[in-house]
């Protein structure tokens, strides 16, 4: 096999897979990248078992072949050498892979292709197809809400519901929750619910590309990989089994008081109270004063450190209402969410907190509050 | 002027072990468990103590020094019993009652004085109700703030009633060796001796701007200290700063699944005693000592507060497999919780009251029938003898004392 590539193409290409590449492998393999020629170029595969990918370099090939070397070695040659041609010559005999670019000459010793796992081509016709652009942006409302400890293994993963033209986003932690709707360009045959692990939808939103491109998402009849294909590049992802908490219920449908405050102060605010709290359990108190009022507070005291206090304007409805939070899930929420306005329900001090972005009904994310002792 | 009592029950454990069993009367009593095991002294009577045998000193030492010593297991749940006695009866002259430990406590006895006359004749009163009521000594030290009531009540034990007259508190303080004050440590009593200060009196009358050079803002606090100034008030309700547990192993342990398990035994215990006073903590500590006694600490936060044991045990296992050093064995490991709040993170999906009683039911039965009476079945035939902490500070008491 002899393949020729631009550098510029190759390092994207390993960009995109090393970030499927084991940095712990239990298998050697697991730390390589596999190359390969095929019928779209040259095919770059890595995976961690949890999640595979590929990408497809353009290139000239020459004859057939396929080798796995060292992901990070063959990564951090490639960003080395300059913007040129790239020849890749495969020797099958001593499982070696000569890099040639310029006056450049490396060879690299590799581990036969047949270690490599497969990673699945879904070969079935895709359940539906979704702009990239907007799957990027639901996703990035709704990932950072999933859990990352493993104490319950279905929560750190992402419910994803497909019905009819719709696709429901939902990641929760126990402690709070996100959900985001989005339409589909393909509407779904029968209803389906995956739960995707909240990392690989994190590598994905790395990868989707920031524009109006069609992304396919296939499902193996047995539910247990998903595969998600945008232009030159495949990410599959096994599935978590279980039941995804129901979450409905929990999403309150009314409030008592409502505040609509402007996104980055409130950010503002939560970050400057966040600092004060570090040393009291990074809670952090927001008072929605009363009817008439136009007053949001948020407040940090710790007992050794000193207090600090932000006063936000805000358009405030219902009664006055103080509740405390982890700053943590408020700074999340508010970073990520794309409104420029902010509304904050409140049913009571000990009642779930809920966030949406003003003009934005696909969206809804609830945070449970932290009783005090005052 | 104030008026505050520091109370101090005199060799406490083993006090009450002979309380119990007059026939030890006059012997050398220590308290901590078989002398040649691992494990340290928890109390020694003053008997014992005349052969240098002191509380945290390992057993086999003690053993060494105190060949006669009546050894003993300790009876925490009686120890507690008799404490809470004591501690009812100082309230009965004050609600200012801060306990400190299981055998001590500050009181605030200003407002008591028209009632019960003055400091000096309330500590005289505690005293003869203690021995004729419970049956055990208390020694107590009367002045104007905590730091001297303190050092007062330590001065003369056993049986001790030192009064130290308002206004006389830096005069009181100036003959004694700087490490009776609080927050000097062998390090400071080091480092001031370089200035040639080994008394307190010689402390007082350093420049404050040397002290601020060597000890930085501690510097000037060190001075008011040694001047016998101390604001601090006497806190009734005793919130513990940290809850911890730790265990030495009788044989020292390099299989780090055995640290793992043992781990989630004292999670279970700090989460059960954290319930207790309904706390949750914000962080946790890991202790580790190595043979050749070079101890570890090493703490990170909680994502939330936590009063459940699964939260802190991962967390304690994260830390210790960032920690441990390889093939190093362990002699002694600990898990304490930190940054307690009496805050509680709600939850979305677990039906808390669910929750709640099975916890509540492992309390109760934990608490009638012992710790060990009920475990998860991965630590069966797991259990290490183990010991709450006793990293006592004055400045920042740690919880009480149990089993």
Known sequence: ?374 | MRSILHADLDAFYASVEILDNPSLRDKPVIVGGDPNARGVVSAASYEARKFGVHSAMPLRTARRLCQNGVFLPGRFSRYNELSRQVMALFASYTPLVEPISLDEAFLDVTASRAAFGDGEAIARRIKDRVLAEIGLVVSVGVATNKLCAKVASDLRKPDALVAVPPGGEAAFLAPLPVTRLWGVGPQARQALADYGVTTIGQLAALPEATLRRRFGIHGAELRLRAQGVDPSPVVPTHVPKSVGHEITFDHDVTDPARLEATLLDLAESVASRLRRHHLAAGGVQLKLRYEGFDTITRQAPLGHQARESEPMYELGVALLRRALAPDRAVRLIGLTAINLSEAQQLTLFDAPEQNDRITASIDAVRKRFGDAAITRARLIGHRDRRRPDFGMRPDAPSDEREP
Not at chain 1, 98 to 124: H, L, Q, W
Not at chain 1, 320 to 330: C, E, M, Q, S, V
Not at chain 1, 333 to 360: C, F, H, M, T
């Open chain 1, 1 to 374: 096999m002899n393949v020729s590539v631009m550098q510029e193409n190759l390092a994207r290409g390993l960009g995109i897979v090393s970030r499927a590449v084991s940095s712990r492998a239990t298998l050697p393999v697991l730390a390589n990248v596999l190359l390969k020629t095929d019928n779209n170029g040259l095919k770059l595969t890595a995976t961690n078992l949890e999640i595979g990918i590929n990408c497809w370099v353009p290139g000239k090939l020459e004859g057939e072949g396929e080798i796995t070397v060292p992901a990070k070695l063959l990564t951090d040659l490639v960003a080395s050498l300059p913007n040129q041609r790239i020849d890749l010559q495969l020797s099958t005999k001593d499982r070696t892979l000569k890099v040639t670019c310029g006056g450049s000459r490396s060879s690299i010793k590799g581990i036969d292709a047949d270690e490599f796992p497969v990673v699945a081509a879904i070969g079935d016709a895709p359940a539906t197809s979704v702009d990239s652009r907007a799957l990027r942006e639901a996703l990035g409302e709704v990932v950072f809400a999933a859990a990352t400890d493993e104490s319950r293994p279905i929560l750190t993963g992402v419910l994803t519901k497909l019905a009819g033209d719709r696709m429901t986003l939902a990641a929760a932690d126990n402690y709070r929750i996100a959900v985001r709707n989005l339409t589909v360009t393909q509407p779904v045959g029968a209803e389906t619910s995956i739960v995707v692990p909240g990392r690989s939808y994190a590598e994905l939103m790395r990868i989707l590309p920031d524009a109006e491109q069609q992304i396919d998402i296939t499902i193996t009849p047995n539910k247990s990989q998903v595969l998600f294909h945008v232009e030159g590049i495949d990410l599959v992802s096994r599935l978590i089994e279980g039941q995804f908490p129901n979450y409905e219920p929990v999403i309150p449908t009314a409030h008592s008081s409502r505040a609509v405050v402007d996104r980055e102060a409130f950010l503002a605010g939560a970050r400057r109270a966040s600092i004060f709290a570090r040393d009291s359990a990074n809670i952090v108190k927001v008072e929605v004063a009363g009817d008439g009022s136009s007053e949001v507070s948020i407040t940090a005291h710790a007992a050794d450190v000193g207090d600090n206090s932000d006063v936000l304007e805000a358009s405030v409805e219902g009664q006055a209402t103080t509740i405390a939070f982890n700053a943590r899930y408020l700074i999340d929420v508010l970073s990520n969410l794309g409104a420029d306005e902010a509304a904050l329900e409140l049913s009571g001090p000990l009642a779930p907190g809920v966030i949406r972005g003003i003009g934005k009904d696909d969206y809804v994310h609830v945070i449970m509050p932290v009783r005090t002792a005052s």
